[in-house]
């Protein structure tokens, strides 16, 4: 029996039954619902600075359109382990950047890493994001699965809620969190919660 949530898992969810739950369009839900709740200073820079963003755990690649077209100026790639989800996106989004790797600290940085509903995939999401924060030069941008109690499938591992991430690690500091209601959306039961980080060497406190 193949692992829940291993490469092989993933793999074959996203070339069997993915699009027919209706992954594509939880992924652009939960990407525009992000985007819509970032807070002005974020928004600013990236318009501003015309930065290089990362999707990680990008599956079909919804995510990045919708980056793509809310922040037009930035360069955006997906990341995603499956190479079955890279080879649909680099066929539904040709112009697209899309890669099939592990992030590595050794080779990959970008000024902003945006993950949307990944971290519940992991028993110890701290210490992945942890990782993830040595590719990351300005701000950390995630969105979870908020006190999910119980989880609503055997994918989630863990429930998360503010004390599941530190305030501070790495030369990062938790800048901004919100708490967003989405029972009534039709594509999530519960709440949300979105999280930003920001390298402490300009560290602002950001007002929902």
């Known amino acids: 029996m193949t692992p829940i949530n291993s490469k092989e ?7 069997v039954n993915w699009e027919t739950a209706g992954g594509k369009n939880q992924t652009r839900f939960f990407m525009k619902l992000l985007l819509e709740n970032l807070p002005e200073e974020v928004c600013k820079y990236i318009k501003d600075e015309s930065p ?3 999707d990680w755990g990008c599956a079909l690649g919804q995510g990045v359109e919708e980056i793509s077209k809310r922040f037009p100026n930035a360069h955006v790639t997906g990341l995603d382990f499956s190479e ?7 066929a539904d989004y040709p112009s697209g950047n899309f890669r099939s790797e592990i992030l590595d600290p050794q080779k990959d940085c970008f000024n902003v890493i ?15 994001f942890a990782q993830h924060l040595l590719s990351t030069g300005q701000y950390y941008i995630l969105l979870v699965p908020y006190n999910e109690k ?3 499938c055997p994918e989630h591992q863990i429930i998360l809620s503010e004390n599941s991430f530190p305030s501070e690690i790495n030369g990062f500091g ?23 980080y920001k390298r402490l060497s300009a560290q602002n406190n950001l007002n929902p």
């Open 52 to 54: 290089f963003i990362l």
């Open 150 to 152: 119980p989880p609503i």
């Open 174 to 196: 938790r800048c901004f969190l919100k708490i967003i209601d989405s029972q009534n959306s039709g594509c999530w039961c519960g709440q949300q919660m979105l999280m930003i």
């Open 9 to 15: 898992y993933w793999d074959s969810r996203f070339d």
């Open 84 to 90: 079955i989800a890279v080879k649909k996106c680099k």
């Open 114 to 128: 945006i993950s949307s509903n990944c971290f519940e995939h992991f028993p110890n999401p701290a210490e992945v």
